[in-house]
């Protein structure tokens, strides 16, 4: 378990590819609907958004396309790595 969590595989995962479920929506990016519906963000100054799916999978296939190469084959290297399971996971398209 301590390899995993001091591992440049972890690492690049969690800073730089993989996005939370849920997202911060600031005031200033929120619609009349979303502020009709979310009246607390006069006191927040915003709303937490749970992500979809395809939302998350969106983000994290964009995050991945801007890593270096060396990048994707430290996490492709991984034991075991498998790009078809990887993709029902996590959305990401290590072939793009």
């Not at 972890?10 to 200033?28: D, F, G, Q, S, T």
């Not at 607390?40 to 190469?69: D, H, M, P, R």
Request: charged share 30%; net charge neutral; aromatic share 10%.
């Amino acid at each position: 378990m301590n390899n995993w969590l001091t591992s440049e595989t972890r690492k690049i995962l969690i800073n730089k590819v993989l996005v939370p479920p849920i997202a911060w929506v600031k005031e200033c990016d929120m619609t009349d609907g979303k502020k009709k519906h979310h009246p607390e963000y006069v006191i927040t100054e915003g709303y937490l958004k749970k992500l979809s799916s395809e939302e998350i999978f969106y983000e994290q296939q964009k995050n991945w396309s801007c890593l270096s190469q060396k990048e994707k084959e430290i996490v492709m290297a991984l034991p075991n790595f498998d790009k078809v399971i990887f993709k029902e996971i996590t959305g990401i398209d290590v072939e793009k």
